[in-house]
């Protein structure tokens, strides 16, 4: 459905390296549309048409299993990019991306994207980064699928997101509360063993769940928890 918020492009993380100008003509092809939480945005087996701005809420990228078992990519939020992968090669849809909230998309057709990145120099570095950045997360969660066992894997998690909510005094806060089937698909677990290492850490006396949130009393010593897993791989 289409969207009847402002109409800007000034907070995508990408094309804040473009001028306002290119931005607004980038904005000239777009065309929005607005989803509500749980629908689908894209369908892996959809055509590399288009590009996708995220310019309110949250989604996620996920695939799914022969079983239907669900895989957790990544959660994006609000100044995110993503179909971009197919937008730069043309090759399938490598996921399925659905809202976690009300979101509203800008969606560039493929062939624009591909002529304002080619056009830009700065902005084609940028997307470079990007996709450096995107393969770095790509290999430290095959590096922890391949070598640490599933409660360090949840420990690992945890500690992405504590630290996201990193505060000042060393603790950190993780709102809204993980859901524990999340945490489970994202590093291929069951919600048992996630809701029992949570379990365990709050014995600890290392995480203390609130009302509206997880408060992490000592970032540090989570940290130490998984690099001492880790080790030097």
Request: aromatic share 4%; charged share 25%; glycine share 6%.
């Given at each position: 459905?289409?969207?009847?918020?402002?109409?800007?492009?000034?907070?995508?993380?990408?094309?804040?390296?473009?001028?306002?100008?290119?931005?607004?003509?980038?904005?000239?092809?777009?065309?929005?549309?607005?989803?509500?939480?749980?629908?689908?945005?894209?369908?892996?087996?959809?055509?590399?048409?288009?590009?996708?701005?995220?310019?309110?809420?949250?989604?996620?990228?996920?695939?799914?299993?022969?079983?239907?078992?669900?895989?957790?990519?990544?959660?994006?939020?609000?100044?995110?990019?993503?179909?971009?992968?197919?937008?730069?090669?043309?090759?399938?849809?490598?996921?399925?991306?659905?809202?976690?909230?009300?979101?509203?998309?800008?969606?560039?057709?493929?062939?624009?994207?591909?002529?304002?990145?080619?056009?830009?120099?700065?902005?084609?570095?940028?997307?470079?980064?990007?996709?450096?950045?995107?393969?770095?997360?790509?290999?430290?969660?095959?590096?922890?699928?391949?070598?640490?066992?599933?409660?360090?894997?949840?420990?690992?998690?945890?500690?992405?997101?504590?630290?996201?909510?990193?505060?000042?005094?060393?603790?950190?806060?993780?709102?809204?509360?993980?859901?524990h089937s999340?945490?489970?698909?994202?590093?291929?677990?069951?919600?048992?063993?996630?809701?029992?290492?949570?379990?365990?850490?709050?014995?600890?006396?290392?995480?203390?769940?609130?009302?509206?949130?997880?408060?992490?009393?000592?970032?540090?010593?989570?940290?130490?928890?998984?690099e001492d897993?880790?080790?030097?791989?």
């Amino acid at each position: 459905m289409t969207a009847n918020d402002a109409r800007s492009l000034d907070g995508i993380d990408l094309l804040s390296v473009v001028p306002p100008a290119i931005r607004a003509e980038i904005l000239k092809q777009c065309r929005w549309q607005r989803f509500e939480a749980q629908e689908q945005i894209i369908d892996r087996n959809d055509d590399p048409d288009h590009v996708y701005f995220l310019v309110e809420g949250r989604v996620r990228v996920v695939i799914y299993s022969a079983s239907g078992r669900e895989i957790t990519f990544d959660d994006l939020e609000a100044g995110s990019m993503f179909g971009e992968l197919s937008g730069l090669d043309r090759a399938p849809r490598s996921a399925n991306v659905m809202a976690l909230t009300d979101a509203t998309v800008a969606v560039l057709p493929t062939a624009a994207f591909r002529a304002v990145v080619t056009e830009n120099p700065a902005l084609a570095l940028a997307t470079m980064v990007h996709l450096v950045g995107v393969l770095r997360r790509a290999n430290e969660r095959i590096m922890e699928l391949s070598t640490l066992g599933a409660n360090n894997r949840v420990h690992a998690e945890i500690l992405r997101l504590a630290i996201l909510g990193g505060q000042p005094d060393g603790t950190a806060v993780i709102r809204p509360i993980p859901v524990h089937s999340d945490i489970a698909s994202r590093v291929s677990t069951t919600r048992e063993t996630v809701a029992r290492v949570l379990s365990d850490l709050a014995r600890a006396r290392l995480v203390v769940r609130a009302a509206d949130h997880l408060h992490v009393a000592d970032l540090n010593r989570l940290e130490r928890l998984v690099e001492d897993v880790r080790g030097e791989w």
